[in-house]
């Protein structure tokens, strides 16, 4: 079946401290991932995506970690900021189709 | 370059009335998706558009529910009679083409039942 989930409902951390946020997914057919940042009263903002055939992919301050042998998925924001404050999402993306499964989602709430 | 448009951003309907809602996606997109969201859930897909034509409704519900993407002007999902369980924000996205990259989020429009 389909099912995303998180195993963090809710994330505090220290301004300064880098976050871990998992997500674990159920169909090993999916080759595509993505998370994203929801804040308040907005839709969902890209943060970064990674195909089934890597392991590691960096941005700015993000890095997402996917393996595959535990279908497991992880996004580490460096030097968390108050500014990242938000609900984060992880999605999948089945083989075939174009529809996006979401987990339920992480809130993160960063203290100064 | 302008995001994903959605209008109205809230949208309030008395049981029985029918709900519009409007998704611009950015420029050059010609993919759709739609979105609906309860509170304190994850987003759960309806159907993915592309102009003119449903190519997956397989999470719009049979009933009261329907979606088009004409060939000129938004995508439109509309909602017959509605009932209180309609009561969500949805959320359309695009994307330039199918397959392995992002869809990109408008801000949602918020549907009230009263």
């Known amino acids: 079946g389909e099912n995303v989930g998180l195993h963090l409902p809710t994330l505090s951390v220290q301004e300064g401290d880098n976050s871990i946020i998992n997500c674990a997914y159920s169909?090993?057919?999916?080759?595509?991932f993505i998370w994203y940042k929801q804040e308040s009263g907005k839709g969902p903002q890209f943060i970064i995506d990674?195909?089934?055939?890597?392991d590691k992919r960096q941005g700015q301050r993000v890095t997402v970690l996917l393996n595959k042998t535990v279908k497991h998925l992880s996004l580490q924001i460096a030097a968390t900021q108050p500014g990242d404050s938000a609900v984060y999402f992880c999605?999948?993306?089945?083989?075939?189709?174009?529809?996006?499964?979401f987990g339920a989602g992480t809130i993160l709430r960063v203290k100064s | 370059n302008a995001g994903v448009m959605q209008n109205p951003r809230h949208l309030v309907r008395r049981r029985g009335q029918e709900a519009r809602l409007r998704c611009s996606p950015m420029k050059g997109h010609s993919h759709v998706y739609w979105y609906r969201q309860l509170p304190e859930e994850g987003l759960k897909f309806m159907v993915y558009l592309q102009k003119e034509n449903i190519i997956d409704e397989s999470g719009m519900p049979k009933e009261r529910f329907s979606a088009e993407f004409p060939k000129e002007g938004p995508s439109i999902l509309r909602i017959q009679q509605v009932v209180r369980g309609d009561s969500a924000a949805y959320f359309c996205a695009s994307s330039p083409t199918p397959g392995n990259q992002p869809q990109h989020f408008g801000d949602g429009t918020r549907l009230s039942i009263l």
């Open positions: 999605a999948e993306k089945p083989e075939y189709g174009n529809k996006l499964v």
């Open positions: 990674i195909r089934s055939n890597m």
């Open positions: 169909n090993s057919a999916s080759d595509y």
